[in-house]
């Protein structure tokens, strides 16, 4: 059963830094485009930034800058290291990745940025 868990959320002022983790387990990820999505309420699930097997990161244009996302195939782990947080950034933060017959999510970590 695969099954991906994100940690690291939390509540931190404008300015502050957070490191989401997420871990994946039932299957290695070293071969696997990693993502990181994030949904406000009311609002659509939003691609944040996805990193490829080669350890090349993209970013949304909101978060360029601002976040960085890496892996440790070792760990079977992918980071989202997010620093200069603003209000605006508050939402779930949910990892993401595929194989050829499914999509899979973890339960996501919630990230609070107060004014």
């Known amino acids: 059963q695969v099954k991906l868990v994100e940690s690291g959320g939390g509540l931190v002022q404008a300015g502050g830094s957070l490191r989401l983790s997420c871990v994946a387990s039932?299957?290695?990820?070293?071969?696997?485009?990693m993502n990181w999505y994030r949904q406000r309420p009311g609002k659509q699930r939003e691609l944040v930034a996805i990193i490829g097997s080669g350890g090349v990161g993209n970013y949304a244009d909101s978060v360029k800058g601002r976040f960085t996302i890496s892996r440790e195939n070792a760990k079977n782990t992918v980071y989202l290291q997010m620093s200069s947080l603003k209000p605006e950034d508050t939402a779930m933060y949910y990892c993401?990745?595929?194989?050829?017959?499914?999509?899979?999510w973890g339960q996501g970590t919630q990230v609070t940025v107060s004014s």
């Open positions: 039932g299957m290695p990820i070293s071969n696997n485009v």
């Open positions: 993401n990745t595929a194989d050829v017959r499914a999509l899979f």
